[in-house]
């Protein structure tokens, strides 16, 4: 089925895991209409490692059950794992994430009362695989999140950043191409946290699994290789395609300079990333949106519709949002 | 998903929630249980019943005069001891012909007395209505060809009198006239609330002459064999009509008795089923609402399921083969209670019971579907569920 998209590429391109084209998702509210998503267009590619970040209500969440495919666009086109989407049937789908997407959460979603091992075969049981095949391959996979240990540990048994590792076992037991972490570290502590994000780092890299993190944390943002920034619902910011950030109006990126910091690389993967600077690359890129700044002084007027986008970003705590408000407040 | 492994997981849902799974169970249980115990308790009592019409003897023809129906009221009998003995040509064998005069009387022995039914009956009896005796001998050709005033008492009777003493050689009053007590009856029991060991035998003449009629009440004849019983039965008929043009005389058989209270029976016992079955039914709503608790409490699981790979229709069975499997061990247990119910009661009450394989069948299957009936909107219902809105739940 993929083929005739592989030919329609040039060649050298890869084919992409997850392709969004103008994507809208449109909910239907006691009779309202809302608007989720609004036109979004991303591609992930196989091995990218991408932070989703936005304020609440941006569109995030809409947009990572969209590309996990628990839910279909109301208007564009997505391709997962080459399939359209929107010529699925509900069991297709339910197939289509078993076998292309991984999911964490932020609350772990683990079973109760059911073993770390058992909770990591569950993808498993969906792909008819064998009782003893599924505990193989899911204690070789607890092995690799360091929990070998823990095989049969219930989930009340084990520690908050345990029981995310078991999660993300079970994630990747089905070898899929894309893993979507929804705020992966959001209920951890900043030392556990800082483990479970380099473990899926690690993971990242090993396996070559796409990493799609949806995070409220500037410096865990700061440590993907690529960020896309949402708000009211489309992406204003794509550090993979710099310049398609600058085509949106310009009253839709202020008072979120924090946003655009990765936005002067022209080469997201070598600019964070894994470099030796990287745990420090939250007030590097305040620099870089310092510089940005006289633009957003210039338009003072945007400012008041600014301040509620403002408490996200005083929340997420990124040092770079601070840094940057400073001088915004002055001015 | 296989089809093992959404019995697995079933079993293991029904596991994590032991209480809510037995107490789910429990409507099923009592309704199961109740079914197999009053199916038991009605088909107990019809086999007793069966037993003691049996029991009277095999071949059993009874001729009475009126015609034997529902609604007819009692007819005064015209037959006399010379009709029973034109019966007894046409039986062709004295030792088939048993005759009763009946009525109630006071029997009294010393300070003791008891109201009871006397019979009066020929030497025969024993012979036509396999009686047998526990003490002393029965009535005797001579006994009823002089009038002998001689009785044989029912157990009861004879305990009731005599408690303390025995009762061969003694004297008892029946309806003031002194009979002298020959034999005691083997005791027989209840049959239909009737305490069947409350009579007193005593010469078909002494009774006639107790009490002033020359009448005998009925007759019974022993068939030689089971196919010509209905010819024999019409040809006395035809006997009696000939001597008595007026009255109507009927000849019935124990299959003809057994197939009326068998049909009594019968609708009794599916009345008690019935009523049994609807508290089945109550405990299959009650599967239901659990089910759609469940559903509704474990969304997220649901969510979760869904988002590594469930499709619906997997979801749909897990919750189906929940409902499936509460209501089967509650149908299991069910059966299990009623049945050592019902051996309890048979054993330890004068209710009897009798297990019946139909009435298991019927209670196991019927609470196998009422899982199905009553699992399936619930099971819908999770499958149908929508994944992005089932993680967002808390």
Sequence with gaps: ?331 | MRVAEAWRVALDALRANRLRSALTMLGVIIGVASVVLLVAIGTGTKQKVEQQVEGLGSNLLLVVPGRIEVGNAPVVSPLTLKDVDAVTRVVGDPDRVAVTVASGATARAGARSDFTTVQGVLETTPAVFTRSLARGRYLTGTDVDTSRRVAVLGDSVAHALFPDRDPLGQQVALAGVRFRVIGVFAPLGQSLGVDRDDEVHVPVTAAQRLWGTQRVDGIAVKAPDRERIDELGERIVAELNRRHPDTEFSAVTQQQILGVLGDILGVLTGVLAAIAGISLLVGGVGVSNIMLVSVRERTREIGLRKAVGARPRDIGVQFLLEAVLLTTIGGLTGMALGVGTALLVDALSPIPAAITWWSLALAFGVSAVVGIVFGVVPAQRAGRLDPVVALRTE
């Design chain 1, 1 to 331: 089925m993929t083929e005739p998209a592989v030919a329609d590429r040039p060649a050298g391109e890869r084919v992409p895991a997850i392709e969004a084209v103008d994507v809208s998702r449109t909910y239907q509210l006691d009779g309202v209409s809302v608007e989720a998503l609004r036109g979004v267009s991303l591609t992930v590619q196989p091995g990218d490692y991408v932070a989703l970040v936005g304020p609440s209500g941006s569109g995030k969440s809409t947009l990572m059950h969209l590309l996990g495919g628990l839910d279909r666009p109301t208007g564009g086109r997505l391709v997962i794992g080459g399939r359209d989407v929107n010529a699925l049937a509900p069991p297709e789908m339910a197939t289509l994430r078993n076998e292309t997407i991984g999911f964490v959460f932020q609350a772990f979603h683990l079973l109760p009362r059911t073993s770390a091992v058992e909770n990591v075969a569950l993808p498993l049981v969906y792909r008819g695989v064998s009782a003893r095949q599924r505990r193989e391959r899911a204690a070789a996979m607890l092995g690799r999140v360091g929990l070998g240990h823990r095989l049969d540990h219930r989930p009340n048994q084990m520690s908050g950043g345990e029981q995310q590792r078991v999660a993300i076992a079970r994630a990747l037991v089905t070898e899929p191409t894309v893993l979507l972490a929804d705020e992966p570290t959001g209920n951890l502590d900043s030392v556990t946290g800082a483990a479970v994000l380099e473990l899926l780092e690690q993971l990242n890299a090993e396996s070559g699994v796409a990493l799609v993190m949806v995070t409220h944390d500037q410096e865990v943002a700061a440590r993907a290789h690529r960020r896309i920034t949402m708000r009211d619902g489309v992406v204003v910011a794509d550090s993979a395609h710099p310049r398609s950030a600058h085509d949106r109006p310009p009253s839709v990126d202020h008072g979120r300079p924090a946003t655009l910091v990765p936005a002067p690389s022209a080469e997201p993967r070598s600019a964070s990333g894994s470099g030796p600077g990287h745990p420090s690359g939250g007030s590097g890129g305040a620099a870089g949106a310092t510089g940005r700044l006289p633009r957003e002084v210039e338009r003072p007027e945007a400012l008041p519709r600014d301040a509620v986008p403002g408490d996200a970003v005083a929340r997420e705590g990124g040092a770079g949002a601070r840094e940057v408000e400073r001088p915004g407040g002055a001015a």
